[in-house]
Nanobody, 120 residues
Framework: QMQVVEFGGGSVQPGGSLRLSCAAS????????MGWSRQAPGKQRELVAI???????NYADSVQGRFTISRDNAANTVYLQMNRLKSEDTAVYLC??????????????WGQGTQVTVSS
């Protein structure tokens, strides 16, 4: 049974920083793209950042230059370093990963999410 779990949410003042992490576990053969999305109350889910197995990254315009996504393939973990946080970054942040097991069929898995609140 594959599982994706996020860690590291919390409350921070505007201008502050937080680091999220997300670990995948289970009968993993290969993890392909890993990413972070967020969902604020009353808004649609937004893709924040994505990273390929080879380290290629892509960011939403709203976080470009402030957030950095990275991954540790040996640890099956993806990170999101969030700097210069703004109130509009407040949301539930969700991790997703495209994972294959021994059958090499790829499925997408989502975590439960972690709350990030930016407020003075």
């Amino acid at each position: 049974q594959m599982q994706v779990v996020e860690f590291g949410g919390g409350s921070v003042q505007p201008g502050g920083s937080l680091r999220l992490s997300c670990a995948a576990s289970g009968s993993i053969f290969t993890i392909y793209d890993m990413g972070w999305s967020r969902q604020a109350p009353g808004k649609q889910r937004e893709l924040v950042a994505i990273i390929g197995r080879d380290g290629r990254t892509n960011y939403a315009d709203s976080v470009q230059g402030r957030f950095t996504i990275s991954r540790d393939n040996a640890a099956n973990t993806v990170y999101l370093q969030m700097n210069r946080l703004k109130s509009e970054d407040t949301a539930v942040y969700l991790c997703n990963a495209f994972i294959s097991d021994y059958t090499q069929v790829v499925h997408e898995y989502w975590g439960q999410g972690t709350q990030v609140t930016v407020s003075s």
